[in-house]
């Protein structure tokens, strides 16, 4: 599939998908546009990034509102933390991934050529521009279809609240008496539209863990999670 715009019939088949057949394709296919397109001719002058930026307050507040009513006994720092997993780029990623998005995805060849169509982050700023897109032409209606049909079966498969890995870690050393961990990011590399974060966590006392990942904050999960493994070993 080419990366130029497509046509309502190349679409078709990603409507479906959707669950939505779209009043106005130019605005699915501007859903679909990744800014490493920007400027290479004259049919592409804008990309998707305004829609993302939408797509993530809808996808917040339907989210929220599903969690209300499927855990109405639980606390705001639950209903927090499950919010917080269910919205993050990694779950987005999956998402888009699950409906195979990416082979829809207009970007530039360079990018293609780099894997953007695998790649986690670009995925997922395109699931949050097409929440936006299913927002902007069907309504609220057609945007809380979408995300019931891909998020409840998420919500449901985790019974308790998450507890992730930078939470456990803090809560390991405060057992301890120690400090809090520190998380620093000692290098970034890629384009900088989605660049690979390094960051390095410290325990007062104990040996400094690294972690890679695709935003600053997975990075930092990746630190947490490695350094967990160590400490845990080391107790059994």
Known sequence: MSSGLKTESHLKDLMVTLGHQFEDIELLNLSLTHSSLIGE????????????????????????????????????????????????????????????????????????????RKHPALLADTCEAIIAALYIDGGLNAATSFIKKNWLPLIESTPLPPKDAKTTLQEWAQKLGLPVPIYREIERNGPAHEPVFTVVVEVMGHEQFTGCGLSKRAAEQQAAENMLKTVTCAKN
């Open 41 to 116: 001719d004259k049919l592409h002058t804008v990309s998707n990034e305004r829609l993302e930026f939408v797509g993530d307050r809808v996808l917040g507040l339907i989210v929220a509102e599903l969690l209300l009513e499927r855990f109405p006994e639980e606390n705001e720092g639950d209903l927090s933390r499950r919010h917080a997993a269910l919205v993050r780029m990694e779950t987005l990623g999956h998402v888009a991934t699950s409906l195979n998005l990416g082979k829809f995805i207009h970007m530039s060849r360079g990018e293609e050529r780099m894997g953007g």
